[in-house]
């Protein structure tokens, strides 16, 4: 399906990422946006407000973030397409009910600008300390979607994909960003309605009493409803079967959570996006999302001068994450180089699927700022080097800790 | 028992209509008024003679949280303390839907707390029945933000030190059009209160004072729900229109009923669209783009 033309702000424009994120989501025809201000992802927020009421959607500032969240869930259920909008503090508030929308496989799109933390932490600079949290925040288990842009464009074109994605699996979608690409300012080019593919809800059109809300199709995904259609839904963050009744045995259980985390792991291959170059005559690997995959352009370009042969991977989508490909590159490449703004988060991934056919080096930052791009070449030079294959971690120490604490943190006996 | 199963399906309840008898016997204990205030409820629906099928039913997390998922409409069961600002979305996103939150004291007034103040002050159009038991039953009979003073839970071990909220007053001074306070004994009032506050535009609360024989009565030996029925007889004071500041619970004092509040405020649905045909035909410039403003 193509995307609505009255809801569609074509132009070519010189905005941020933020608020190319919000002009995304109501090209994708988002209907709804509940939010809460915070730094720096306000701006996002803001420009919904502004853009809404022409192109017919809807925006409410809740009183908090726990509100935003539910409101949305609850929009959602009336049939129209739902965003929030936050960062840091309010990420980990919301926690509790991207668990509730998994389980109730609700469609919507969470816009997360990462920002310093833990804790109130650094508001107006970067981090990417949320990434894990995308992926395990909420208690129990379940499966979602983590999209990772680097660039305003991206924060258009990928505010849809979270859309169409949201849609299609009946799931709710990270769009994991960060301070530096939601606060960065390019050129943003937003075409034609007819240009934009977008997913329609995927709506059950069948006979009242016959509708099952979790009864799964063949891709596991099940047909939806909404409210107000007489089908007297019953809808509860309880474990419960194809009709919504809550069940308690184990058995059912197990079935059911399943699969909640099958519709997702199984296709994978339909979900994951990666960008790679150069990767299948690579000595090294540097693999990146977000920000740092811009960083660590300039990082690559270094150490190819040198005369390495690098190659760059890309994480588009975060979560599901590529396990297949990530193995089968561990046995060509000598190592993998991580650099991410925390101490280590997706670089455990990368070393699970490595597991020791290919050296893994984190390259860390703490944060409220970028990599130095001379760290991640000197973390390419560094693994080339490497004869032999390490157990476990590598973590490169970067300029920044050595000046800042030569030698770094030791206990005293 | 069998038998007597088999018999008893073929007479059809008054509320089959309304309530999902698939899902019978319900959880609740014996003698527990929440029951009670679900068939007000369902009669008060027939008698505003509201569409079914236009009416989504938002549920909390406890005894009265687990109301949505007998009834039977729209029904949603949500997570602890949301179930007004789920509802708020459910509302503003489909203006046409009809809204009920049918929670107890704890998730609305506790953990629910700020939602339930914002959505009085946005005058969303949504009733709200707050069913009070005094207590958290569901987890065991903890102390709760209506426990009377001096009253016993079991993390009150030494009687409530906390002075409860007065529930009317908190929704009055946040700005609700209707209302009212109920015990479950008052079934006729109970019931014309809620078919009223239905047919309210604006946010209506009702609360409706429950026994809770397995707990709040038991731990503070006020006997069984039946006595607490009769406590209600004989201490409730009927004073429509109260000021809702004279309201408080004290520990088996008497409990003043009636409808207190009911009034005319714009509601955030009539201010939205009223909002919206401005920008519309009247141009009116968002603050963020410069020029003058009109």
């Not at chain 1, 017919?56 to 539910?70: C, K, N, R, Y």
């Not at chain 2, 959880?27 to 009416?55: H, S």
């Not at chain 2, 004290?250 to 207190?260: A, P, R, V």
Request: charged share 25%; net charge neutral.
């Amino acid at each position: 399906m193509k995307a609505n033309p009255k809801d569609v702000l074509t132009g070519i424009y010189y905005i941020d990422g933020d608020v190319a994120s919000g002009y995304g989501a109501l090209a994708a025809g988002c209907k709804f946006v509940a939010g809460y201000p915070i730094t720096p992802s306000t701006e996002a927020f803001e420009a919904v407000c502004r853009r809404g009421p022409q192109v017919g959607a809807v925006f409410i500032q809740m009183e908090d973030e726990l509100g935003s969240i539910s409101a949305i869930v609850g929009a959602a259920w009336s049939g129209v397409k739902t965003m929030t909008i936050t960062s840091g503090p309010g990420y980990s508030l919301m926690q509790e009910c991207i668990g509730f929308g998994a389980m109730l496989e609700t469609p919507f799109v969470l816009l997360n600008i990462q920002r310093g933390g833990p804790s109130t932490g650094v508001p107006t600079k970067t981090g990417q300390a949320d990434i894990m949290q995308s992926r395990w925040g909420s208690h129990g288990d379940y499966e979602l979607i983590a999209l990772a842009p680097d660039s305003p464009q991206e924060m258009f074109d990928y505010t849809i994909k979270a859309f169409n994605l949201a849609e299609k699996y009946r799931c709710p979608v990270m769009i994991m960003s960060d301070e530096c690409v939601g606060h960065m300012t390019e050129k943003v080019v937003i075409p034609e309605a007819d240009g934009i593919e977008v997913e329609p809800r995927r709506l059950y059109t069948g006979p009242a009493e016959d509708y099952l809300p979790f009864k799964p199709e063949p891709d596991l995904v099940p047909k939806m409803a909404k409210a107000g259609d007489g089908l007297r839904l019953y809808i509860t963050g309880l474990v419960h079967d194809e009709r919504g009744y809550p069940v308690e045995d184990s058995a059912y259980k197990s079935k059911y959570v399943r699969r909640l985390v099958d519709k997702i792991r199984l296709n994978r291959n339909n979900i994951i996006e990666l960008r790679e170059e150069g990767t299948d005559d690579a000595d090294v690997i540097v693999v990146s999302y977000g920000i740092s995959s811009r960083v660590a352009v300039k990082g690559v370009e270094i150490a190819r001068e040198k005369g390495i042969k690098v190659g760059t991977l890309r994480l588009v989508t975060v979560w599901p994450f590529p396990d297949d490909r990530m193995s089968e590159l561990a046995k060509k490449a000598r190592a993998f180089v991580v650099p991410e703004i925390n101490y280590g988060q997706v670089v455990y991934d990368v070393a699970r699927c490595a597991h020791g056919d290919a050296n893994v080096v984190l390259v860390p930052h703490g944060g409220a700022g970028v990599h130095n791009p001379n760290d991640i070449a000197d973390a390419i030079e560094m693994a080339v080097r490497e004869e032999k294959k390490i157990e476990g971690l590598v973590e490169f120490k970067t300029r920044l800790q050595k000046s800042v604490f030569e030698g770094g943190f030791k206990l005293k006996e | 028992m069998e038998a007597l199963r088999t018999d008893s399906k073929q007479e059809i309840h008054p509320m089959e209509n309304l309530l999902r008898m698939d899902r019978m016997p319900h959880i609740w204990c014996p003698t527990c008024g929440i029951g009670i205030a679900v068939t007000a409820f369902t009669a008060a629906l027939e008698k505003a003679k509201i569409d079914p099928n236009t009416v989504s039913i938002v549920s909390g997390i406890g005894c009265t949280g687990r109301v949505a998922g007998y009834v039977k409409l729209d029904s949603f069961h949500t997570t602890h303390g949301r179930p007004i600002a789920f509802a708020t979305g459910i509302k503003v996103a489909s203006p046409k839907t009809k809204v009920v939150v049918f929670s107890g004291d704890g998730d609305l007034i506790a953990i629910g707390g700020n939602h339930f103040i914002h959505a009085a002050r946005r005058n969303i159009d949504m009733l709200v029945v707050c069913v009070n038991n005094f207590i958290y039953a569901m987890t065991g009979g903890q102390v709760a933000p209506t426990t009377p003073l001096a009253a016993y839970a079991t993390t009150s071990p030494y009687g409530c030190v906390e002075p409860p909220f007065n529930i009317p007053y908190l929704a009055d001074s946040s700005g609700a059009v209707y209302v009212a306070r109920w015990t479950t004994l008052h079934v006729r009032r109970l019931t014309n209160s809620l078919t009223e506050a239905l047919q309210k535009k604006g946010f209506a609360v009702v609360e409706a004072i429950s026994p809770c024989g397995m707990y709040y009565s038991r731990i503070n030996r006020l006997g069984d729900g039946l006595d607490m029925m009769r406590f209600y007889h004989d201490n409730v004071e009927i004073r429509h229109g109260e000021d809702t500041k004279n309201l408080d619970i004290g520990f088996q004092t008497k409990i003043i009923c009636g409808k207190f509040v009911d009034r005319e405020r714009p509601s955030y649905m009539e201010r939205y669209n009223q909002w919206l045909s401005d920008v519309k035909t009247a141009g009116r410039r968002s603050g963020g783009q410069r020029g003058s403003r009109k």
